[in-house]
């Protein structure tokens, strides 16, 4: 029942975003990147989690570059996808990422993995999805990659999400984990579950 919830709620997301003007896109990213450099979490962390998005995902590069230039380590995810588990890697540009067999973006194998269990530096992970609810959990695309990975992460999370695809609350099972705050074009939310779901 809660499978077809959520991809029904997918379809429907996926669909308006697809459909998306495309300078009303740019607009908002932007947007949505100049809110993240207000954050005090973005400020004073040394590690910086993002996502290589794909052409309807908000694009976080311009959060990158302004890491790159504020000497902070940048760090994109390699995915396995036999096992649905994912590892992030430091890279020191943007041009290090290259496509993997999908067409995703992703850095070198063998460039440094980040150990999101032991390292003690300030860290903050910019988490995309198809929508989020008031809670911080999200919709992605049902793979489960993030919620592996974040219950074991114990730095800031940040959903990044357009406002209007903010729900009252979204379909969720017992190994869905939310985010602590909410980052939009019209600024930033914080959850009211957020490290409740993880350790």
Do not use: W
Not at 47 to 69: G, H, N, R
Not at 164 to 186: A, C, H, M, N, Q
Request: net charge negative; aromatic share 12%; glycine share 8%.
């Amino acid at each position: 029942m809660i499978r077809k919830q959520k991809d029904d709620i997918r379809e429907e997301y996926k669909t308006l975003r697809s459909q998306m003007d495309p300078e009303e896109k740019f607009r908002r990213d932007s947007a949505v990147c100049q809110a993240a450099e207000g954050l005090v979490s973005f400020r004073y962390a040394e590690y910086v989690l993002l996502y290589a998005a794909t052409d309807d995902e908000i694009d976080v590069y311009p959060i990158a570059k302004s890491a790159f230039e504020k000497g902070k380590k940048v760090l994109f995810p390699r995915c396995d996808k036999k096992t649905h588990t994912m590892e992030y890697h430091i890279v020191n540009s943007l041009d290090e990422l290259k496509p993997d067999s999908y067409g995703l973006l992703e850095p070198p194998e063998d460039a440094p993995i980040y150990d999101c269990v032991n390292e003690t530096g300030g860290a903050v992970c910019f988490v995309p999805g198809l929508v989020y609810d008031k809670a911080g959990y999200r919709l992605g695309y049902g793979k489960g990659f993030y919620d592996r990975y974040l219950s074991q992460f114990s730095g800031c999370t940040i959903g990044v999400v357009y406002s209007d695809y903010i729900l009252p609350e979204v379909p969720r099972g017992r190994f869905d984990v939310s985010v602590d705050i909410l980052l939009t074009e019209k600024g930033v939310k914080i959850t009211k579950d957020g490290k409740k779901t993880r350790k």
